[in-house]
């Protein structure tokens, strides 16, 4: 039995040694530390009889096998006693980790140094050599290291995924997450993916194994690799992958029969932990979307934190992400405003975890009618406006020219005038990069709405910015949804031309380029995201057909009123000079007075926009299904 508590132990042990005999006295050792603790006392064991054998050149007669006895088990207390001092048996350490080898390297040496001194100064007259217990140290440590690396083995073939729905995987990049995730797998009897291989483009990684699991080659050799092992999913891990790299994978792996898929971001992998589970197949929007802008958060809560801040067309896709963004740096009043109240409750439920609709964050106004909104603004008096509402469709607007002026242009004017009466600090106006030498409907209104908010800059000296950036992937209406339900109809998908292109952004990055404008841009600024490189149309579309498995014709209708074959981010007479962020220019736009706004004149500018009904082509848009817009 266990000494109780306030009872001597026995005679002459330590008080760790009592404590170690109590932790004993209520345990299996079979079950809490079992198979470590019995492999390490048997590893004593046969080290110290190896050891005396070596020494008494195999004459067993010559051995004095009482004390020898006694001296391993004493080596195997103190292996205990130590053993628990360095938490060897208390679970702290992964089983065959380096953690645990180096807590029993420091656990066996202190053990090997306590044996020798006390056969060398204590035990003279027990007949066995000085030297017994420094060879058995050695035995010994090999010994448990090498039971530890053949349970290790056994538990990993135990744990290899097996059965008929488990796939060959090829992981791309065999850094610390390709590592991970490799090993995740091996643990996991129910992971649906066994590796087989890694693929790295670092040449120091060529022949690299990890557990077993060898690099097979680099990038270029992704399409190779697969055939020759039979691998049926290929799994990105790289923290930032960006979307060229990601093409080019999708570039090799095609007509292998294989399936790309990628991880989360490393910043939901670092919070959230991810798990295989977390593994999706690559989208259209990785192959074309690019790693989002870095925010200096300090910069954005100066003007945001503590602020009351508006945004307009919350219920739109940029206006709803851009509201649950704008959530997360705390101002002291967030007001969503928008005429579209599906769009409005949608956004509450994000924002707020409820869609109520009975509190005094959310407007129902519509822009255009300016009474209203200089109302919900005096009763509001925001600090920070984000003005993300406008019309935004090419094609329709080339049809209704009227609605780009009302909304656009009239529409933005009541809410830079509002923002004035009330005093707001900074302002964000919403553009995109049609509106660099616009030649569209859509770029001519948002071009005349950057000038009159450089106008109210500097009207009020204050930070009133437009930020000016390409199309966002995923929005209600683009492109992406578009090309996805007209393959999902069987087609045909339509394109405009072979060569047109554009630039691309999901709707995370544009929002935080538009927040973080706020911060670092000068009053009357147009500040432009460094998009990186445009992306061909028919490119996008060959790549979600051949995803999609289906056979879908394209067909292409020529360029609309107003196209351009590639958008330009900087006007020919704006220039651009660089930021203090390294992927954002600012550009100066030409101010322009609300009194000189000439409705009149400026539609006759805009020339004669033939609609659909006028060219013949409505029974040809509706038995395509829609005509695609690139906008």
């Known amino acids: 039995m266990a000494p109780s508590a306030g009872r001597p132990g026995p005679k002459g042990l330590s008080a760790v040694a009592v404590r170690s005999m109590q932790y004993l006295a209520g345990l299996n050792p079979v079950t809490r530390f079992g198979s470590p603790f019995v492999a390490d006392a048997i590893a004593w064991m046969i080290a110290v009889i190896i050891a005396v054998v070596l020494r008494f050149d195999f004459r067993f007669e010559r051995i004095a096998w009482g004390p020898l006895w006694i001296l391993i088990a004493g080596l195997i207390v103190l292996q205990l006693v130590l053993g628990l001092a360095f938490s060897l048996y208390r679970g702290r350490y992964r089983y065959g980790t380096f953690d645990e080898a180096l807590a029993l390297f420091l656990t066996v040496s202190v053990i090997g140094f306590v044996g020798s001194a006390a056969l060398i100064f204590l035990l003279p007259s027990w007949g066995l050599p000085r030297s017994t217990v420094g060879i058995a140290t050695t035995i010994a440590l090999v010994v448990m290291i090498g039971f530890r690396a053949i349970k290790r083995l056994l538990v990993a073939n135990y744990l290899k995924p097996t059965g008929a729905d488990v796939q060959k995987t090829i992981i791309y990049g065999a850094g610390e997450l390709g590592s991970s995730l490799s090993s995740r797998m091996l643990n996991d009897p129910a992971s649906p993916y066994l590796p087989v291989g890694f693929v790295d483009d670092d040449p120091a990684k060529q022949n690299l194994s990890l557990r077993g699991v060898r690099v097979l080659g680099r990038g270029g050799d992704l399409g190779s690799v697969v055939r020759r092992n039979g691998a049926k999913i290929v799994i990105v891990a790289i923290g930032r992958v960006d979307a060229a790299l990601l093409r080019r994978i999708d570039d090799w792996v095609r007509g292998t029969g294989a399936r790309v898929r990628v991880l989360p971001p490393l910043d939901r992998l670092l919070h959230d932990g991810g798990s295989l589970g977390d593994v999706r197949d690559v989208a259209i929007e990785d192959l074309i979307g690019r790693a989002p802008v870095e925010i200096d958060v300090a910069s954005i809560a100066h003007y945001v934190a503590h602020a009351r801040v508006l945004v307009t067309g ?118 995109t990069d049609k509106a660099a030498d616009p030649t569209s409907v859509l770029g001519h209104s948002k071009r005349v709405a950057e000038k009159l908010t450089a106008w109210a800059a500097g009207e009020t000296g204050l930070r009133y910015v437009s930020v000016r950036f390409g199309n966002v992937i995923g929005s209600r209406g683009s492109m992406l949804p578009t090309f996805q339900r007209l393959i999902e109809s069987g087609g045909p998908l339509t394109v405009t031309h072979r060569e047109v292109e554009r630039y691309f952004m999901t709707i995370p990055e544009a929002c935080q380029l538009v927040i973080q404008a706020g911060a670092i841009g000068r009053p009357g600024e147009v500040l432009i995201l460094d998009m990186g490189e445009p992306v061909r149309i028919l490119e996008i579309a060959e790549r979600m057909i051949a995803m999609s498995g289906k056979d879908v014709a394209i067909v292409f209708t020529g360029l609309r009123q107003g196209e351009k074959l590639r958008e330009d981010l900087v006007g020919a007479r704006e220039g651009a000079a660089p930021s203090v962020h390294p992927r954002i220019m600012h550009a100066q736009v030409e101010a322009i007075e609300p009194d000189r706004l000439d409705r009149e004149g400026w539609m006759s500018r805009l020339g004669p926009r033939p609609s659909l009904a006028d060219t013949g082509e409505f029974a040809e848009f509706w038995e395509v299904g829609a005509r695609v817009s690139e906008s």
């Not at 509190?359 to 200089?374: H, K, P, Q, S, Y």
């Open 314 to 431: 919350a219920g739109g896709s940029i206006g709803s992400e851009l509201s649950v963004q704008l959530s997360r740096f705390g101002p002291a009043d967030l007001i969503l405003l928008d005429r579209d109240e599906s769009g409005l409750q949608a956004t509450q439920i994000a924002v707020r975890g409820h869609g109520l609709l009975n509190t005094n964050d959310i407007a129902l106004v519509d822009i255009r009618d300016r009474e209203a909104l200089f109302e919900v603004f005096r009763r509001v008096r925001p600090d920070v406006v984000f003005h993300a509402a406008a019309l935004k469709h090419l094609p329709l607007l080339e049809q209704f020219p009227e609605e780009a002026w009302k909304t656009n242009v009239l529409g933005t004017l009541n809410v830079l005038e509002a923002a004035r009466e009330v005093g707001v600090d900074a302002f964000v106006n919403i553009s």
